[in-house]
């Protein structure tokens, strides 16, 4: 109670704005209810190179491309809210709410996270775990810096994912179906050895969900 004050407080202050379009929404609002309504009806999908199908509810495109720029690298936290509320529906329009027990997130780095302050993808699968009433457990940890997927080819890409990620705890993941998070997916590679590693460590069903897809069709 204490803290919807405060945020409704603050909210008078510094009111959100609607992370797509970036009109001042009202107070409770997590995107303005033009955007709301804009969401695609149909989700995007892919297939990862290991075979698990990654699905989100945007094209990394436009104005989901700019508000998750913002989201990462401009401060812009509060937009993982609405991204949460987008992937929900997709899991509900998929059927798929019954299909795993827990979820989980791609890692970051320590240094990376460090720079950044947080994770992009743990802060989206938290407000996904709060709306699903499913637990979120960090079930990853990325044991080395690699370089940036997006600055490579698609040969090096796959190299460059390689052997980065290791289970927390094995005996968390083993025989437990599992929802995925990341925020982009472009080739899928990361998402594909996260998914490796989990299986790996016992792992039943796994789904992947992303914000968005790039070059989604
Ligand atoms: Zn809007």
């Not at 998929?94 to 979820?103: G, N």
Request: charged letters at 25%; one cysteine or more.
């Amino acid at each position: 109670m204490k803290s919807n004050f405060f945020e409704f407080a603050l909210s008078c202050f510094f009111p959100h704005q609607c992370p797509y379009c970036r009109k001042i929404i009202r107070s409770g609002l997590t995107e303005c209810e033009e955007c709301l309504r804009n969401f695609p009806k149909e989700p995007k999908k892919m297939m990862t190179p290991v075979g698990i199908l990654c699905i989100a509810p945007f094209a990394y495109e436009a104005a989901v491309r700019n508000s998750i720029i913002d989201f990462k690298f401009h401060g812009s936290s509060f937009n993982a809210r609405s991204y949460a509320k987008a992937i929900c529906q997709v899991t509900e329009h998929e059927a798929i709410i019954d299909k795993f027990d827990l979820i989980t997130f791609v890692p970051l780095s320590k240094i990376r996270k460090n720079e950044r302050g947080f994770n992009q993808s743990a802060l989206v699968a938290e407000y996904v775990g709060e709306q699903l009433g499913k637990p979120v457990k960090p079930l990853l940890e990325k044991i080395r810096q690699n370089k940036n997927q997006h600055d490579l080819s698609f040969s090096e890409r796959v190299q460059n994912v390689k052997g980065i990620y290791k289970p927390v705890n094995k005996d968390l993941i083993r025989d437990k179906d599992i929802l995925l998070i990341d925020d982009i997916v472009t080739t899928g590679n990361t998402l594909a050895e996260c998914c490796k590693v989990l299986k790996e460590s016992g792992a039943g069903n796994i789904i992947c969900m992303t914000i968005a897809v790039a070059g989604a069709v």
